[in-house]
């Protein structure tokens, strides 16, 4: 599997690619060629925005807490497509609550889609690529599967089994298909609460990162070779090192 050096052309599938992050990696794949498929689940008009901004990209609809809709989606992929050469696992929810008063409904809301659709996604995508030839795996981890946040407990599990289960899928599926995760900092879109600038503050780049500095990294890793897999890549100025 030799590197390439543009994504041109390549089907690559961005959940949650409507707002913020994804819609930053779905522009930047699509300035480097890829042909974007964009994901949603209730952000239609944003959506709709970002397909029309990455050149009339397909868009594609599913609730990824439901295995059902992710297979339907992946079906509709591969029956309109008829393969599929990248995906970004970006959809993901976060919420903030002491341990002590999270309830089974909260936990279910962060991990439902976190954690078991990102695995789902992987497992129908790889389905698709090996059918295909291969592809590459791009998972949205976070430094808060890095790094303990007290009143993240459940959100900071979810993202620490993202990390994991990167490196697990990365042996399964090798070596047709790698598996990378990308680690987000502080990444700002509007204001920050306290606890965020506390954090811009501690961050040894002295900033907060952008959108396209995440999908910079997304990038590198489609179009890595097969011998990159199963790294977990912190984009956050040196936070993590603190």
């Known amino acids: 599997m030799n590197q390439r050096s543009d994504l041109n052309g390549q089907l690559i599938l961005v959940t949650g690619a409507a707002k913020r992050i994804g819609r930053g990696i779905a522009l930047r794949l699509a300035e480097d060629g890829a042909r974007v498929i964009i994901h949603y689940n209730e952000s239609l008009d944003e959506a709709r925005q970002t397909a029309l901004d990455c050149g009339a990209a397909a868009i594609v609809q599913a609730n990824l807490e439901k295995v059902a809709d992710i297979e339907r989606m992946f079906a509709e992929v591969e029956a309109q497509f008829g393969r599929l050469d990248g995906l970004v696992n970006n959809a993901a929810r976060f919420t903030r609550f002491n341990p002590l008063d999270v309830t089974e409904a909260d936990w279910d809301f962060i991990h439902s889609v976190n954690l078991k659709a990102t695995f789902f996604c992987c497992q129908q995508a790889a389905r698709i690529m090996k059918r295909n030839g291969g592809g590459h795996i791009v998972n949205i981890s976070s430094l808060g599967g890095l790094r303990p946040w007290a009143e993240h407990a459940h959100y900071c599990a979810s993202k620490a089994g993202v990390i994991m289960l990167t490196q697990a899928l990365a042996k399964a599926f090798a070596p ?28 040894p780049a002295g900033r907060h990162g952008t959108a396209a500095e ?23 100025g040196g936070l993590a090192l603190r």
């Open 176 to 203: 047709d298909i790698t598996v990378n995760a990308v680690a987000p900092g502080v990444i700002r879109f509007g204001e920050l609460d306290e606890r965020a600038e506390a954090m811009v503050k501690a961050t």
């Open 214 to 236: 995440i999908a910079e990294a997304v990038l590198y890793f489609l179009k890595c070779t097969n011998f990159t897999t199963g790294q977990n890549m912190a984009i956050d």
